[in-house]
């Protein structure tokens, strides 16, 4: 890409004259994965919404929500492709100073549950600040690169700036406490710092800081501590802090290569916490094997590499900065969950996106992906169909003629 034509690199997508249609690819994929994810959470969660006293014992629950937050987050995404890229642009500031807003007012009227304060609760339904936090980071951290262009090679604007956003972001997480969203708001950062044009020098000394910060946090948090020693031998004490693994672990083994069928499942049956959430994936391996499992990872995996293809095709620099972010969140996503579930990383209670039940965190997944699809309308070349049908018809009327 050659943004070097000032007229390209401050585009701001305002106008919706010329726009394409959306890319098909990526929105078949998204409503596949998606439609999968539904179904997956009516297999992994009935035992327990039959169970509980919250669903008046309908063992459907967790399913019909998860079914209309489905439906209704295709119909935000819709929409939200609809607006120009410009739109979300102008609007970067003000999202993340209400994100930042959000964060502090959980702080103090906020749900509690498991000894943390994350969630506004609005009737049945909950939500939490840290899900809008994700992408006004990306919208707005795009616009700094923007801003700041040739510049980003200096420590002045290709990192202070953002490392300012982060820090802020991130500690108003840590008081919830929330590690896992402060994990992703750093990852994030890193990755609108790299495509951005920030120096690798930067990216290693920040490194050093988050893992000496990681240590610290090991030993002055107990809850940190308990889950480092958790992840390292979870059978030293599988009836309380490696509970949640071991069975996981059992959910993964016991599915072999094709699984014990959709289903069929049995660490579901209130032996594993957590899945039809942030576990989910267990489940897919317990029902669906090994195959299964791998059919959906290559699914995500074509995802994401459709959305960095559309990154890189962009017109405009702020287009390709949030594609790459807004894509970069979900394999950030995608990797550390399936890395938790499988013990390879200690737990961090990351979501599995389309998979896990949560609606607004659904809706705004989705919304994430509305964005992309309204970049896939002004990108030019992304039609594999049309220019074989017009060879054909040249050759056509070459032979009539």
């Not at 102008?90 to 994350?118: C, D, E, K, T, Y």
């Not at 936090?133 to 616009?143: G, N, P, R, T, Y």
């Not at 802090?241 to 672990?249: D, E, N, P, R």
């Not at 499942?265 to 942030?278: A, F, S, T, V």
């Amino acid at each position: 890409m050659d943004y070097s034509d000032n007229r390209l690199a401050d585009y701001r997508g305002d106008s919706h004259i010329g726009r394409g249609a959306l890319d098909v690819p990526f929105l078949l994929i998204v409503l596949l994965l998606l439609a999968i994810g539904v179904v997956m959470v009516l297999s992994a969660s009935f035992a327990r919404a039959y169970y509980s006293s919250v669903s008046n014992h309908s063992a459907t629950f967790y399913f019909t929500r998860q079914l209309f937050f489905a439906v209704t987050g295709v119909a935000i995404m819709l929409l939200a492709s609809r607006f120009p890229i410009g739109f979300y642009r102008r609007f970067s500031g003000v999202l993340l100073l209400f994100s930042i807003v959000m964060l502090l007012l959980v702080l103090v009227g906020g749900v509690r549950a498991n000894g943390a304060r994350r969630w506004f609760a609005i009737g049945s339904i909950t939500f939490q600040p840290s899900e809008i936090a994700k992408i006004a980071v990306i919208l707005f951290e795009a616009q700094l690169v923007c801003r700041y262009k040739d510049k980003m090679g200096t420590f002045r604007y290709g990192v202070l700036p953002f490392g300012i956003v982060a820090a802020v972001i991130v500690g108003l997480l840590v008081l919830e406490p929330h590690l896992s969203a402060s994990i992703i708001i750093l990852g994030v950062t890193a990755i609108m710092m790299f495509v951005g044009g920030t120096r690798i020098f930067w990216f290693l000394l920040g490194g050093g800081a988050v893992a000496l910060g990681g240590v610290i946090a090991v030993n002055v948090l107990e809850y940190s501590s308990e889950r480092i020693s958790a992840w390292m031998d979870p059978f030293a004490d599988t009836s309380d802090t490696g509970y949640q693994i071991v069975q996981s672990l059992y959910a993964i083994g016991s599915g072999g290569l094709s699984g014990l069928g959709l289903g069929s499942g049995r660490q579901k049956y209130l032996y594993l916490p957590e899945e039809h959430n942030d576990f989910i994936f267990s489940v897919v391996c317990e029902e669906l094997g090994f195959i299964g499992a791998a059919l959906i990872l290559i699914l995500f995996a074509l995802l994401i590499t459709r959305g960095f293809w559309l990154a890189m095709h962009c017109k405009d620099r702020y287009s390709f900065l949030v594609c790459c972010g807004v894509t970069g969140l979900l394999a950030l996503q995608v990797f550390l969950n399936v890395a938790v579930v499988t013990n390879l990383i200690p737990c961090t209670g990351i979501s599995l996106p389309f998979f896990s039940y949560g609606g607004t965190a659904l809706w705004l997944q989705l919304a994430e992906m509305g964005i992309i699809l309204s970049i896939s309308r002004d990108v030019p070349e992304k039609k594999f169909i049309r220019p074989r049908l017009k060879r054909a018809t040249s050759r056509r009327e070459g032979a009539e003629a």
